[in-house]
């Protein structure tokens, strides 16, 4: 079982308008973190989340919300979706103790065209 | 900036090679972590270095953590196609829910 999910696994959309993607984790873990990830860019940080309703802002979260209304789910939305947000995005899950790392989604892959 | 300097950033080697990537920093970290990231999958944790000096072995891949804790490598013997992949690696700074992340070392080994 894997643990954490992500859905859609792939989603292609029309610039403006706004797309939800979900991360949902069995785990019961307290940390949630969204990070999209591009070629030259490596994984950056979009936003993260320390418990239900509890969430900050990472290093490229212009143009993102998230929300966490269950300790199992965590929502991205782009408001209004545009290219330069076509990117593969990842949901992680920790426990809270770094040095045991992060789990990790399969991803989605969302074109904006 | 980039906090974690990963090289090379992209590597090309016959099966049964030996390679050695590195990840380096100016920062102290609490730990380091080594990741395998295969294409259309998330990362998978591979392994965390705690202690400055740390060694650490997983079959045919060596993990080390340097003294000063800014800095580590992996070192795969008798390279394999299915090592072929991209490793990154991340750091824990302390006092954060947060990993930092290097930008990876494509791997490649042609069989």
């Known amino acids: 079982d894997a643990g954490i999910t992500q859905s859609p696994r792939h989603k292609v959309t029309e610039t403006g308008t706004p797309v939800t993607l979900r991360c949902h984790q069995t785990?019961?873990?307290?940390?949630m973190y969204w990070y999209r990830q591009d070629p030259g860019h490596g994984l950056r940080l979009i936003h993260y989340?320390?418990?239900?309703?509890?969430?900050d802002k990472g290093e490229v979260s212009d143009g993102y919300s998230v929300s966490r209304s269950k300790t199992e789910d965590f929502l991205l939305t782009l408001e209004s979706a545009t290219s330069s947000q076509t990117s593969v995005y990842f949901c992680?899950?920790?426990?809270?103790?770094?040095?045991?790392?992060?789990?990790f989604g399969s991803g989605t892959r969302l074109t904006v065209v | 900036t980039q906090l974690l300097e990963q090289s090379p950033q992209f590597l090309s080697i016959q099966e049964g090679e030996n390679l050695t990537v590195y990840c380096n920093s100016s920062?102290?970290?609490?730990?380091l972590q080594w990741y395998r990231q295969e294409p259309g999958e998330g990362p998978v944790l591979l392994v965390t270095?705690?202690?400055?000096?740390e060694v650490k072995k997983l079959k045919r891949l060596t993990f080390q953590f340097g003294d000063a804790r800014k800095d580590s490598s992996l070192h795969i013997t008798a390279a394999q196609p299915g090592d072929t992949g991209l490793y990154l690696c991340?750091?824990?700074?302390?006092?954060?829910?947060?990993?930092?992340f290097g930008k990876g070392t494509k791997l490649t080994v042609n069989p």
């Open positions: 270095v705690v202690t400055g000096g």
């Open positions: 992680a899950i920790s426990g809270g103790a770094l040095n045991y790392g992060y789990t």
């Open positions: 991340a750091g824990d700074q302390g006092g954060s829910e947060k990993l930092v």
């Open positions: 989340s320390y418990g239900v309703k509890d969430t």
């Open positions: 920062s102290v970290f609490s730990s």
């Open positions: 785990e019961n873990h307290r940390y």
